[in-house]
């Protein structure tokens, strides 16, 4: 676990395009704020921007974002894209160029995922969150990363995918469980737990309903319910996703 001091959160450090989750450290709280209407992403930036500024907050206070995308992505096109996304966050002076010397890691925590209906035309943002002072002595809110059912390194998606090319549900069953393992994996990595979870959302377009029972709810687990996205995760092959939420304000813009 690492602290971003100018955005006053802490976040464990994942992939070079985004953190895996991100907590508010002590006299802050995460607002997330809720587009009416998807914006292409780089309106969604100037409109984060925009909004920062009028609320006297700092664009390092940009801490997390949900995006929409018109389909999946292959391996290099998901390179390619998020080479893209993080531009703006260096801009910002959230994230640094890579060099040969030493490779960055953008503290954001971020989810991208491809609705399998009625989706956008291209890259959108759905919401995101960002940091606040607050005199409360309450927990300052938590937001971890979209997890998806394939094993971290740097590999190709299709030697990392869990249960590869298999949706019956035993390889549906393999999948939840490795992204409900790794869920509570990163809880406890930033001092929390499923029973502080106020909103838990899954996104898959196969059918996790039967399995819902045995994975997450027998294991008290959903304590909040459980929001069921019909999308996609973001790269090919990859079929099953989750992100989860806790003590987050949310407002609309």
């Known amino acids: 676990m690492a602290v971003f001091k100018e955005g006053g959160y802490r976040y464990l450090p994942s992939v070079f395009q985004y953190s895996a989750g991100i907590a508010a450290e002590p006299g802050f709280q995460l607002i997330?704020?809720?587009?009416?209407?998807?914006?292409?992403?780089?309106?969604?930036?100037?409109?984060?921007?925009?909004?920062?500024?009028?609320?006297?907050?700092?664009?390092?206070?940009?801490?997390?974002?949900?995006?929409?995308?018109?389909?999946?992505?292959?391996?290099?096109?998901f390179i390619d894209f998020n080479r893209k996304y993080v531009n703006t966050l260096e801009q910002w002076g959230i994230y640094q160029a890579e060099s040969k010397e030493h490779s960055f890691i953008s503290p954001?925590?971020?989810?991208?995922?491809?609705?399998?209906?009625?989706?956008?035309?291209?890259?959108?943002?759905?919401?995101?969150?960002y940091t606040v002072p607050t005199s409360s002595k309450s927990p300052g809110g938590f937001i971890l990363s979209g997890g998806g059912d394939a094993r971290s390194g740097s590999e190709p998606y299709r030697d990392r995918i869990i249960a590869y090319g298999d949706t019956s549900n035993s390889g549906l069953k393999l999948k939840m469980e490795f992204v409900s393992n790794e869920m509570t994996k990163r809880l406890k990595s930033l001092g929390?737990?499923?029973?502080?979870?106020?909103?838990?959302q899954a996104y898959s377009v196969h059918n996790i309903g039967g399995l819902v029972e045995e994975v997450f709810a027998k294991q008290g687990y959903l304590h909040s319910g459980l929001n069921w996205h019909f999308a996609r995760p973001p790269v090919a092959g990859l079929d099953f996703e989750m992100d989860l939420r806790g003590f987050v304000d949310q407002i609309f813009i």
């Open 192 to 200: 929390f737990d499923w029973s502080d979870v106020t909103s838990a």
């Open 32 to 77: 997330q704020a809720r587009f009416k209407s998807l914006l292409p992403m780089n309106e969604a930036f100037i409109c984060i921007a925009n909004h920062l500024k009028k609320i006297g907050r700092p664009l390092s206070a940009f801490a997390h974002c949900e995006l929409r995308s018109p389909k999946q992505f292959d391996d290099q096109g």
């Open 108 to 129: 954001v925590a971020r989810t991208n995922v491809c609705p399998e209906y009625f989706g956008p035309t291209e890259v959108a943002m759905y919401s995101f969150a």
